[in-house]
């Protein structure tokens, strides 16, 4: 292993540890953040595959393919099964003190936050292990593009982008009212 592997699995490790966290906190409903997140990690992971000597199976595109929907899937299962409420007053106060200590304008303050709870922790936890038994499978199969951490990335990518997306069109179709 050489420091950027190591790097790059320390850094899934707290990615994945961060997205744990938050299932059970309340947080603003920003779903361009959500998206935004998920594109970042996309092109990262593109980027470190498009360069990986590894050879590309017809293996690895199928498992590949699969833990794509899983992860999407799972991000809309986490969007539609979140919990929103209208934004509370401390959140507000918080989220105003930031933007005064970056001297960013107040304006835009969302007005709403959600939790995904124990079901975003259960969902997230299924799709980790339907990644690694997916893993283990392409690496014992000889699929070692899928046996590398990027594809990883990609999954979480997938799953980022379509739980801002439905959380985007479900907070402006139910807006929530005190």
């Keep these: 292993m050489n420091t950027s592997t190591l790097t790059g699995f320390a850094l899934l490790v707290v990615l994945i540890a961060w997205i744990c966290l938050r299932q059970f906190l309340w947080s603003p409903v920003r779903p361009q953040r959500n998206m935004k997140i998920g594109m970042v990690l996309g092109i990262i992971a593109v980027a470190n595959l498009w360069h990986s000597p590894i050879p590309v199976k017809g293996g690895d595109v199928g498992i590949l393919a699969i833990e794509l929907v899983a992860g999407a899937a799972c991000g809309l299962w986490q969007a539609k099964l979140a919990e929103v409420r209208p934004i509370s ?51 014992a199969h000889g699929y070692d593009l899928m046996s590398s951490m990027w594809p990883t990335y990609l999954v979480i990518a997938a799953n980022r982008i379509v739980n801002g997306a439905v959380f985007a069109r479900r907070t402006v179709d139910n807006r929530v009212t005190a």
């Design 89 to 139: 007053d401390k959140t507000v106060a918080r989220l105003e003190a930031r933007a005064r200590r970056k001297e960013e304008p107040v304006a835009d303050l969302p007005e709403q936050e959600s939790r995904a709870g124990v079901q975003g922790l259960v969902i997230w936890l299924l799709l980790l292990g339907l990644r690694v038994g997916l893993g283990i499978f392409s690496s």
